[in-house]
Every structure is written in C-alpha cells, then in structure tokens.
C-alpha cells in the first residue's frame, strides 16, 4: 500500500512549522513518527497534500519537573517516555502506558504529541493524561495558549486544536507515590485496546467507550462521596456510547469497563508499587 | 526529492518521491531484498531495519524520513569475510526459522531486543518480539536463539559500525 502523492516540507523548528502550517492551511498534515498518520494515509483514510516534517525538532524532546507539574515535550518519543528516570519518579503511570503502547519498533517512532493530536478514542496515553488532568500547550500565529486536557478530545479524530497550530507540551501534575492503574483489555499483545480504564487518585478515565476518550464521571463522583470500589465501578459504563465491532458489541464493552474500572480501582488503592509489579 | 541515506556503510543520494516507503526504497532503490514486506500495516515486522541505532519497521517510515540517517539491514550484518553476527549465528544453530519469511525482521528485532537489555528472560525476548509474526509459529526456537545470542557478549545488540561494513 502507497500513499497518494503530497509534497514534503522538512522543519527545523517550532517557528517554522506553524510558519508552514499557517502557509499551507488544512491540506497540510503534520509528520512526527508517523505512526498513526502513515497507516491511514496508505489506506486512503487520509490525503493531505502536504505533509510537514516536524520529526527532526529535537528540541521538542523532553520530561523536566516545572513547579507542582511535569512537563513533557510534544516530540519524546514512547521509547523516550518509557525509559524517563524523571517521569518514573514523578508521574509513574506515564513510562507504564508508554510501554503498553503497541510494540518496541511502534514505540522508536511514535510521539506523545502525535497520539494526542491523533485523538483516537482506543488510544492508551491519552487515556492515562484524561485521568492525570493537566494542561496541553499548543502554538499557532498568535503564540502559545494552554488547553486543558478535560477539553481538548473533542471526538472521533477531532481535537480543540486549530488548523493552523502544533501541540509542543504536555503537562500533567506530579502525582509521585500516589496509586495509580492501568488496566488495558486486547485480543493480542500489540493491540489496540479493546477497553482501558486509567485510575490516579480517585480520577478514571476510559479508552474506546465513545468517540474520544472521556472520564467515568459517575464513578468519580460516587467514590467522592465515599461509596465501595464495587458500588463506584458499578457505574463506569454511565453516560458512554462504545461503538460495537466484530471483537466486542456494546453490551459487552460496558461490561470491561466495569470489571477493569474495579480491577484499577483496587490496584490502585494498593499503592504504585502493587501496580508497577 | 533527493535523499543521501547510509545504508550498510554504503552513502548513496537517490531521487525519490516523497511517498516512497523506506522499505520500498530499500528493496526497489538500492537492491537489498532481505528485507521483507508481509502485512504493509506495522503489524507483522518483516520489515524491520535499524535506523539510527533503533529498531522500525520500514513500511511505516517515509525513505526522506531517514534522510542523513543511517540504516541497517540484514545484508550489512554479517562482517566483509562473510562472519555471521551473533544473531545471525544463533538463529542457524537453533533452528530460529522455518519457512524463513519473518528471519530478517526477527533478526534485526532480537538485535534491538539485546541493545536494550543483554540478558533477557524468555518473557522478556517474548515481549521484546511482540511486534514480529512468525505465520509458522516457530516462537519457540527464536526465543531460544535470542538467548543463545546474548551468550556473545554486547556484540549481539550491536549493529557492525559503518566502516567495518564497506565493501
């Protein structure tokens, strides 16, 4: 499979690719790793008419503490991510749901910017920056302005991002020892999943359960008030709309996501180091 | 648009189009048909090749991505008086292969799986191969000869530096 023809613009920074983007309006698709925007491009998902190169921004590569958050570069790569002695100490279940994230060749390429801008609602880091919260910092003509993460996955494909702007951070809050889960159901090991549930402290966000990731509100709000894991994880399926396919129909997806709301919430009120094992 | 790529030790500038798959580029550009195309969708990992001391599976990577960059291949393993490297070594001593299809992605894979830990459990070449399919289902060889692999020493994460590989 060949993708259609497009010309190829390659950017040394941050400047020159909203400089692009502002140049080349929708048709243009930016380029990281590629790996979510190259498969659809070769099925025809896909046709920009201009792909900009945004892989080579080195400078965009990064995890540093800034005050009560740790901000992570658009361009750090999973593989970077997984390994990040920084984010293991101080957001843990991050290099965790990195290393989840389809297989070590998927993870050299992929991008923490590129699987949030990609916004497929099956996707794992997404899912565990939805139940950290935080901020996402993206830059267009005007200059840089700051999302928060509850609202930047609009739905299927679709983000709270302008055509004419790039994400260029991450940042979520420290959560350090605080217990955290990732709980992630798929037929195969590299796979998408099926269903995912993220917990850090008392937060849930689901993967795949609607058209973008979202966050299992009424389970939140029953643990608030005190309720048991079972009661709370008992209404993780409320307000979602999972779609049905030939590995689950809808029925059975509300089920994982109230047995694996369970099975996070009870790893992690065992503590990270239960979770990590 | 015009490329300078490394492969093997080789520099070479080609024209190319800016669609053209690095797999493609390798296999119909330069010649080296080691490395398989299977799935085309990132699943299979035939197609895996080291770019810049990593392992991808180059049906999912642009050939102007690696534009400067340095690629390698089965072919540029095996040192210039024919010494097969370490992996290549292990996989003919225990069998790692039956129809042979996924041997040179899985060998590139088992080279970027040693890189990252010389010493991995069953559960770890396991885990570090799960992008790789072998459609005979010969796992149990392979992971047998990633470990006999890492028997050698750093060697067997390493890829041959370029000069050591120039004809």
């Given amino acids: 499979m060949i993708p259609s023809p497009f010309d190829y613009v390659r950017v040394q920074s941050v400047d020159e690719a909203v400089a692009a983007l502002t140049e080349h309006g929708e048709d243009a698709k930016l380029l990281a790793g590629g790996h979510s925007l190259l498969p659809i491009m070769k099925l025809r998902l896909a046709v920009p008419t201009v792909l900009i190169d945004i892989g080579g921004i080195r400078d965009l590569s990064y995890v540093r503490v800034e005050g009560d958050e740790v901000a992570i570069g658009a361009g750090t790569r999973h593989h970077e991510l997984e390994g990040d002695a920084v984010a293991a100490a101080e957001v843990p279940i991050l290099p965790y749901v990195a290393g989840q994230v389809g297989d070590p060749q998927v993870r050299h390429r992929g991008t923490l910017g590129g699987t949030v801008a990609h916004s497929d609602p099956a996707s794992d880091l997404p899912t565990a920056l939805l139940a950290l919260g935080g901020t996402v910092v993206v830059q267009g003509p005007d200059g840089r302005r700051e999302i928060p993460i509850t609202e930047f996955w609009l739905g299927f494909f679709e983000t709270a991002l302008q055509a004419d702007e790039l994400i260029v951070e991450v940042r979520v809050p420290r959560t350090g020892s605080a217990g955290w889960a990732y709980e992630k159901f798929t037929r195969r090991a590299n796979d998408w999943p099926i269903v995912a549930v993220a917990a850090v402290e008392g937060r849930v966000a689901l993967a795949n359960m609607a058209g973008s990731v979202v966050r299992a509100t009424a389970t939140e709000e029953a643990l608030a008030r005190g309720a048991s894991i079972e009661e709370a994880a008992a209404l993780a399926d409320q307000d979602t709309s999972p779609g049905a396919d030939m590995h689950a129909d809808q029925e059975y997806r509300r089920h994982l996501a109230r047995l694996l709301t369970r099975r996070a919430l009870e790893r992690a009120s065992g503590g990270a180091a239960a979770t990590a094992a | ?167």
Avoid: W
């Avoid at chain 2, 197609?47 to 990577?61: F, P, R, W």
């Avoid at chain 2, 028997?151 to 050591?164: I, L, M, R």
């Fill in chain 2, 1 to 167: 648009m015009q490329v300078s790529i490394t492969v093997n030790g080789q520099p070479r500038t080609d024209e190319v189009e800016p669609r053209l798959l690095l797999a493609h580029y390798l296999r119909e550009v330069r010649g080296l048909t080691a490395t398989n195309i299977g799935c085309d969708t990132t699943s299979c990992g035939a197609c895996t090749v080291v770019v810049d001391g990593l392992t991808v599976k180059s049906c999912t990577v642009l050939a102007v991505q690696t534009d400067g960059g340095q690629v390698t291949t089965l072919e540029g393993l095996a040192g210039p008086d024919g010494e097969l490297h370490p992996v290549q070594r292990a996989f003919r001593e225990e069998h790692g292969l039956q129809c042979g299809f996924c041997t040179p992605g899985m060998v590139m894979a088992a080279i970027g799986v040693l890189a990252d830990n010389p010493d991995p459990s069953d559960r770890e070449v396991r885990e570090g191969l799960e992008g790789n399919l072998c459609r005979c289902t010969g796992y149990h060889n392979i992971v047998r000869a990633v470990q006999a692999a890492a028997k050698a020493g750093p060697a067997a994460g390493q890829v041959p530096q370029a000069q050591e590989v120039q004809a």
